[in-house]
């Protein structure tokens, strides 16, 4: 069974609680640490976060049967990755060598005795074992402890709020169909690789990179005829698709005919000669597309583009900005409190902000029973959105889009009003900082993954947030001595 934390003391080891943080310090890491640290040493908590943790994460490695990494390494990397915005490459090398993240682990001493070094790959496994849904559970119950021991906020103390949304952008290449179509030609050709490799016996296919060579020279040529000008472009074009198509149309017909020849001999064949189907239904798919859309001149409805092959969760979206104008990934939607801690977030599936208004504030309610205000910007206007959010919340600070009536006009140059609204913009900056956390841009693979991502940012963000208020506390304490 997997354990919480090595509670046995070796030689030279500093108890967690005694770990020194430079209060000035405003490195992410140590404020990181210092958060950490308290929720440690904090029975309540440490308890609440360790039964969400055992709860979601298997007891044992199931591929040995041995007890894994204990939950405290986990948890504690998984963070670190996060708020530094680490690869894990660039984790693999902090876990062995920065002294004190393995004083929080607690695998540092002092005595010389040989350390523990762990591996990339045992890394790797754990901290990719965390799911969305634990780390939803887990960011409440940091968000309840920043609230009572941190920033020590009182019972009926309401909270004001701020919504707004961004945009996660997914580990894709800019899509085009043509490109698109080589994506699936090449994947093809690699599941093709993978059989011949493993198995030499299969014949037919010794001009396999000649294949790859072809297809990927024309897809350049219809790249760079397309986005050139010059006198018959049009002509040019249609001639090295038609070519390109023809190419694809043979290799298509090759692996249809040939795939038999494949053999299934245990689990992993089985899962590539599907994966080579799958690549084959998209090559069919795609082949169609840049026929219909260069050859035949149509206009190719939206639902029926991809923006990637490797993540077709994926989209195209354009929030109306300068730079960039247009983002490839998933919209996210943030609600922080005065605080300035994440209490909810959501990714949003082919939505725009007006669409989740009511569900986001009917959570936000279910959680937290005092509510002073909520501001929200345009994009979130709506007027049933407005009429509904305020049977429950005394301010609800929604401009109208599109001209505003007296009374509405009245009411948006109200003190109160303003002042909220002024205060809306510092959610511009918790975006910004969440940015920086590593949700600009997601490198991991999977839907499952890039939801699990977004949910380590928020976590990250939170305790980078409560350790820098923690670390302010400290060096107040010292100089309020120092004047004493």
Known sequence: MRQRF?????????????????PKSKNALDQLIAALKEIYCNAEYNNKIFSIIE????????GNGRPGMNLWTIFVLAQVRLCLRYSYDMLHHQANNDRLLRQLLGIENEFGIEPLVFEYQNIYDNVSNLSESMLVEINDVIVEF??????????????????DSFVVESNVHFPTDYNLLWDCARKCLDTVDYFIIKYPQIDGWRKRKDWR???????????????????????????????????CNLLLSKLIFEKWKFPVGGKKDLEMLCALDDYIKLLIKHIDLVNRRIL?????????????????YTEWIAKGKFRPSVELGKGVSITSDQFGLILLYRIMENEQDRDIVVETADKLLNKYKRIYSISLDKGHWNAENKSLLELEIPFVILPKLGKRTVAEKELEESKEFKHLKNKHSAIESNINELEHRGLDRCPDRSYFHFRTYIALGVCAYNLKKIGKKILENQFEELIDKKIA
């Open 146 to 163: 920043a609230h009572r021991e941190v920033f020590k906020k009182k019972e009926d103390t309401p909270l004001r709020l701020k919504t």
């Open 6 to 22: 090595d509670l046995q003391l070796k030689l030279g080891q500093t108890p967690i609680s005694e770990i020194y943080i430079n």
């Open 296 to 312: 035949k001149g149509e206009v190719i409805p939206h639902e029926e583009k991809m923006m990637s092959i490797f993540e077709p």
């Open 213 to 247: 060579s072809e297809i990927k020279s024309l897809m350049r040529s219809v790249g760079r005829i397309s986005s050139s000008g010059g006198k018959n472009k049009q002509e040019k074009l249609q001639k090295v698709t038609t070519l390109y198509l023809n190419k």
């Open 55 to 62: 709860k979601h994460l298997p007891s044992v490695d199931r």
